[in-house]
């Protein structure tokens, strides 16, 4: 590609950018578009509704970008949790070392490799993108010293930043959890794979189990209860209510004992008379939800922290597949469908989700092959000779080469987070945090291999598969494709970077479905449902493929650094945007990206490594491919001694820190508070039931049932997960107790 | 190799093994031979000293054998422990799944590979052993069918065994754990990188963290010492001893308090004037091992089993590099000297032992093919002329073919476990039984490494690298290999099996040793220093390797199999007998080695099922190829279940189990007698302190210092691995205490 095609290409781009984000500036003026642009806000604060007209609306400004970048980092957090501060740090962290990157880079390699061959240089438009890269060193060069150089600077900085950041993370975290307020999963576990005894229900079980091994520390348990029977209660108490509300219309005012449940877990009408009604209902009477209806798996409560860690990390029982414990996930955050799959299936469903992951990973070279064929203009010509005329004018040429292909490719990446989500869903995890955490790593492997691996060694499927079938082929393989594939890649930053950054601020998802709703169906009231939390487990894969193409290529290809930095400048203020504005936190994940991060970072760094040894060796200057050895070793070894220093606090608590907590909330006597609030916590009932009860309550007088019921089908709450539109299930739940304790449904 | 060429190597082996059984048979009773024969008896009971003449003595017989083959499994559990049970059953499993194998392939399998092709077949003994592999079927053939099935058969039979003895394997431990009398290690925990404060000593920070966070169950601690500090201070013992011993001659008998240890960590002797050595010495004055000499590791004692396993399972501090727990071993397994190792070297050491292992596995390579070049005669010849005239004799050929090559193998071999030994006490293990679970991991990898795929895959150090640079061709390479190296494996049965066993019931080192010291040195006493364990570390990765082959060669070469079963039933009599009569369980590993047995069987099951899908593809058979794809996956699926089944219970104790365990001895009141015995269990000074002191009480009035002393320097205990000698650092240990409180030492 020439310089001039890569230029048309950057053209477009920012073209496009600057005019969606001057879009942005305006749409977001707009009051009808407040629950896309600024969701977040509308659900903590109460903005007041000034529909009137002013000339500002529709001027473009920068107000947005300047609030963003003003923003501290204490309100981060507290906005949005720590995960949006391990977010916006992994950004910094980008900007830094892309920044020192750039000025080792374009100082120091840029004009070695420029002037690497003895060659008449056209003026610098028409000059060939291959002239700027290491390719055009010539070999046995000693100019390469100035690569190696530059490689162990930009490795060493890597490490020292890298630790900084993860040493200042850890801290953050252990602050957070110390400071936190009350968290009733500190107190909770999830007990699975409840044994069964033929004259036992669960629940009982479970109180055997614990007031024998756990007496002094065991509070009481919850149980979880199959999907099915609730989701027919629900029906069944809609159609009670209809029935009801017609009755209170006529004068009688209903009492919050006028439902009752009987032991065939359906409702029944108690008689409208008083005196029956009057009389006290024994709960003896009343099972909601029998024993055949529990499933194997129960919250359990403890009255400390430490000793909910403590037989949370324990084994149980002699049977490692019995009575399994883990610390639960937050009220918000469990996924209720997932407590009700039998725990003996969950190895099986793990290795089918793999396999099937494996599978569509594979799959999906067809089109990124496809995609690779659009870049060479003869093999397109060839394959639709109708395009010829067409090819031939030069514009033509330029979109197509320099633009289309990551178009594309961009297009077809589109369906990978909702497959990925699907599969992790199946997987099993009872949270959904630690399903996107899942997600979010499938998506990480995916985007790797088909992006980056598949892209640098392009060719036909076959061939590419034979490429791996070579160990040591490896290093040369990549090394003789990077410097090559240079164009795609800055092509790729340009369009699958800035140009989605800029649909993610004009969130086009939300943004149409509001319009749709606004304008076509005609609700004009904004539902709390249409809040979205953030979609890290597609943005933080997005991050960490740049930093993979920026860490092997700026060496190879200075020239993509400058487009990666600003790149990562403007995600830090969009996402910064987005935090404040649009997304909302509706579990702590606690920083828990934070290591894949760390990880990957390190393996991009090695892999660039790696891929220096094969083109030092290639460019036959066998003393500085042979310095890159000792590189890969320390920086191997850096990360062995941040997993053993940092990674254990991301996966356990220590006592310490929970015992002062314990200590403290004992002292200052807030202990039993806790554990009241502790019984409501956990509830399967979704919110939804609450808030249709609540409006039944309210609009007694005046009959909407049919818009509640509607509210009621909508309650299932859809996440957007940067682009593409991932159910996450039905959430948030209420705070509603469905112990044996409260059979009575509140209206 | 022709069939006869493997007749007369068979027939060396089987008259050497009768030989030197017959020998053995003769040599056991010899009363001179007692230490080496029947060390265990000798340590357990006293045996009469009939050191007169009879006949009977110098006549071969097979009581042993008879003896050997009535031992209950009750009584192996009682004499070896859980190890040398689960050894056994390791044994009977293979001699159950290669009696099946052998049935099925002999019957099936072997007629249709003798029949292979349409050939004219010449007398049995000159046939070539091509002939019966499977080698020798044609391609396309249907009878393929036949190897098909046995393999299905195999497999499922496999499975079953597994699974079965798996199960019975944890029941067994569990059964162990809760009827096993005390056992120190269950109430300690070990604690190492005990932070550094400049104003406390390391055991006040001990004693401040663990009654801060576990003031309920806390007990008493104990610090570990640094090493030259306690060697020092039993020089110093033993030159106080030689200057008081003239003195309690000339009548004056020896004080318990006669010698304290002064701050300076030396001793000096008191006045001998009684008046002054009447008063009773403060503790306040003595500082045995002063705050310098404390190691940042020390032993915590709990009142429970279940706190300590809390303890020990819990990361305690927000720093996970400092005060890391774990279970502490028993008291004889603890490795002393590691203990004193910083716990931040620990991953440093662990990658430089896998580095330096890995090394040592390639360089073996050159001995490898070496004699890889002995099996080829014309390359000898040409090697060396002068062997030409021998080499011309028929005899010399078989013996050379058939026999030697094996045996310079199995020669080499020796060199393997003393290396990995030294690789795995450099890790920082601080128990033997880790140590040795550690150095056997590293003996099965190299082995299967070095024994089975290099020599498999024979031919120049170059070539087996370059086969190992393609993934896909591996199942062919194997499957072209295997049948042709089957007279090469057949060969090494023989030899470094049966050969083996026969040196192992021999016990030739020590045996040597013995003679050495009883008609050289003129040593007639038997010292129980000489006392060995069993070295599982060794035994266990040979009958894995053995396993190994005889699973790939199962159908490829079936006549392997016969001899695979009298070896493994030869195994199962000599390893009795040795448990029974010569080695001592110097602790409880719980029967750790079996995982990895498990682990291991899997492992060589889907590499034959592997191995024959390239078999069957060569053979141009794609259906019955294709039809071990779900035999491949079954078996997988198979150990993911047994390793969510079983393996936790290898690793983690269960709290029902501890809760129990702790409740009946609390109920018996035996508590207070287990803490009693806590604080001396765990004492760094060696054994050889308090039999010193004990002798230099009895030998009051006979002035023999020299010979003690002597027996101080031998207490070293070395310990034979299989057949080179392991020293395995100086063990056992006293039950003398070192603590603060008990700084006089007894003489």
């Given at each position: 590609m020439e310089f001039g095609a890569f230029l048309t290409s950057a053209g477009i781009n920012i073209g496009l950018c600057m005019v969606l984000f001057s879009l942005y500036s305006i749409l977001r003026k707009q009051p009808s578009n407040r629950v896309v642009y600024f969701g977040r806000r509308l659900a903590s604060v109460r903005i007041r509704n000034d529909d009137f007209f002013?000339?500002?609306?529709?001027?473009?400004?920068?107000?947005?970008?300047?609030?963003?970048?003003?923003?501290?980092?204490?309100?981060?957090?507290?906005?949005?949790?720590?995960?949006?501060?391990?977010?916006?740090?992994?950004?910094?962290?980008?900007?830094?070392?892309?920044?020192?990157?750039?000025?080792?880079?374009?100082?120091?390699?840029?004009?070695?490799?420029?002037?690497?061959?003895?060659?008449?240089?056209?003026q610098i438009p028409a000059e060939s993108l291959d002239v700027f890269t290491i390719g055009n060193v010539k070999e046995g060069s000693?100019?390469?010293?100035?690569?190696?150089?530059?490689?162990?600077?930009?490795?060493?900085?890597?490490?020292?930043?890298?630790?900084?950041?993860?040493?200042?993370?850890?801290?953050?975290?252990?602050?957070?959890?110390?400071?936190?307020?009350?968290?009733?999963?500190?107190?909770?576990?999830?007990?699975?794979?409840?044994?069964?005894?033929?004259?036992?229900?669960?629940?009982?079980?479970?109180?055997?189990?614990?007031?024998?091994?756990?007496?002094?520390?065991?509070?009481?348990?919850?149980?979880?209860?199959?999907?099915?029977?609730?989701?027919?209660?629900?029906?069944?108490?809609?159609?009670?209510?209809?029935?009801?509300?017609?009755?209170?219309?006529?004068?009688?005012?209903?009492?919050?004992?006028?439902?009752?449940?009987?032991?065939?877990?359906?409702?029944?009408?108690?008689?409208?008379?008083?005196?029956?009604?009057?009389?006290?209902?024994?709960?003896?009477?009343?099972?909601?939800?029998?024993?055949?209806?529990?499933?194997?798996?129960?919250?359990?409560?403890?009255?400390?922290?430490?000793?909910?860690?403590?037989?949370?990390?324990?084994?149980?029982?002699?049977?490692?597949?019995?009575?399994?414990?883990?610390?639960?996930?937050?009220?918000?955050?469990?996924?209720?469908?997932?407590?009700?799959?039998?725990?003996?299936?969950?190895?099986?469903?793990?290795?089918?989700?793999?396999?099937?992951?494996?599978?569509?990973?594979?799959l999906f070279l067809i089109p990124v092959t496809f995609v690779q064929g659009l870049t060479q203009l003869d093999k397109l010509s060839k394959t639709f000779p109708f395009l010829r005329g067409l090819l031939k004018k030069d514009y033509m040429r330029r979109v197509i080469t320099g633009y289309l292909p990551s178009v594309i490719l961009m297009l077809f990446l589109y369906t990978v987070p909702p497959m990925m989500m699907l599969f992790s869903s199946m997987e099993g995890h009872v949270s959904r945090s630690e399903r996107k955490r899942s997600a979010g790593l499938k998506i990480l492997y995916f985007t790797i291999w088909n992006v980056f691996f598949v892209n640098v060694l392009s060719g036909s499927v076959i061939r590419q598969l034979n490429v791996f079938t070579s160990f040591r082929d490896i290093p040369k393989e990549l090394a003789k494709a990077i410097p090559k594939q240079a164009s795609f890649f800055m092509t790729y930053v340009l369009t699958s970077g800035w140009a989605s950054l800029a649909c993610e601020v004009m969130q086009l998802f939300p943004f149409s479905y509001n319009m749709f709703k606004k304008f076509i169906l005609r609700i004009q009231e904004d539902s709390s449902e249409d809040l979205m939390s953030f979609p890290y487990h597609t943005e933080v894969p997005r991050v960490l493929v740049f930093g993979l193409i920026g860490f092997t290529c700026a060496i190879m290809a200075p020239l993509i650094l400058p487009f990666m930095l600003v790149h990562f400048f403007l995600a830090y203020l969009v996402y910064r945007n987005q935090i404040l504005n649009v997304y909302i936190p509706k579990y702590e994940g606690e920083g828990r990206f934070w290591p894949i991060f760390h990880n990957t970072t390190i393996f991009s760094l090695v892999l660039s490594q790696i891929i220096a040894i094969g083109v030092f060796g290639m460019k036959e200057s066998p003393i500085a491919s042979s310095f890159m050895f000792p590189l890969v070793i320390c920086t191997i070894l850096f990360n062995e001694y941040c997993r053993h220093r940092f990674s254990p606090i991301f996966q356990k608590d220590a006592v310490e820190v929970l015992i002062d907590m314990d200590r403290r909330d004992e002292q200052s006597g807030k202990m039993n508070e806790i554990y009241q609030q502790l019984h409501s916590a956990y509830c399967q009932i979704p919110i939804a039931t609450q808030n249709f009860c609540e409006s039944v309550h309210k609009c007694n007088t005046f009959n909407d049932i049919e818009s509640i019921q509607s509210g009621l089908e909508h309650s299932e709450v859809s996440e957007v997960g940067g682009v593409s539109q991932v159910s996450e299930g039905s959430e948030p739940w209420a705070i509603v107790n469905l112990e044996r304790e409260s059979p009575i449904i509140r209206i």
């Open positions: 002013f000339i500002d609306r529709f001027v473009p400004s920068p107000n947005w970008i300047v609030k963003a970048w003003e923003t501290t980092e204490e309100e981060i957090i507290k906005i949005g949790g720590l995960d949006a501060l391990a977010f916006q740090r992994m950004l910094i962290f980008s900007i830094r070392i892309f920044a020192i990157a750039a000025i080792v880079c374009l100082l120091l390699v840029l004009p070695m490799n420029y002037y690497g061959k003895e060659m008449q240089h056209k000693k100019w390469l010293w100035a690569h190696c150089l530059s490689l162990y600077v930009i490795s060493f900085t890597t490490c020292i930043l890298l630790f900084l950041e993860y040493k200042s993370i850890t801290e953050m975290r252990l602050a957070h959890i110390t400071k936190a307020p009350l968290n009733p999963s500190h107190f909770t576990i999830l007990v699975r794979s409840i044994p069964w005894t033929p004259h036992e229900s669960y629940s009982d079980s479970v109180k055997k189990f614990f007031t024998n091994y756990y007496a002094s520390s065991y509070l009481s348990h919850q149980m979880v209860y199959q999907r099915g029977i609730l989701q027919k209660l629900m029906l069944d108490a809609g159609e009670m209510c209809k029935m009801i509300i017609p009755n209170s219309i006529s004068g009688k005012s209903l009492r919050p004992y006028c439902v009752c449940v009987t032991n065939t877990t359906s409702f029944k009408i108690l008689t409208s008379e008083p005196e029956i009604v009057k009389e006290p209902i024994s709960y003896a009477d009343i099972d909601l939800v029998t024993r055949e209806n529990e499933c194997a798996a129960a919250f359990v409560f403890f009255k400390t922290r430490y000793t909910a860690v403590v037989a949370a990390q324990m084994l149980q029982s002699s049977n490692p597949m019995l009575w399994v414990t883990e610390l639960a996930p937050e009220p918000h955050d469990v996924f209720w469908s997932n407590l009700s799959i039998s725990y003996r299936q969950l190895w099986l469903r793990k290795i089918a989700t793999l396999l099937a992951a494996i599978v569509f990973m594979f």
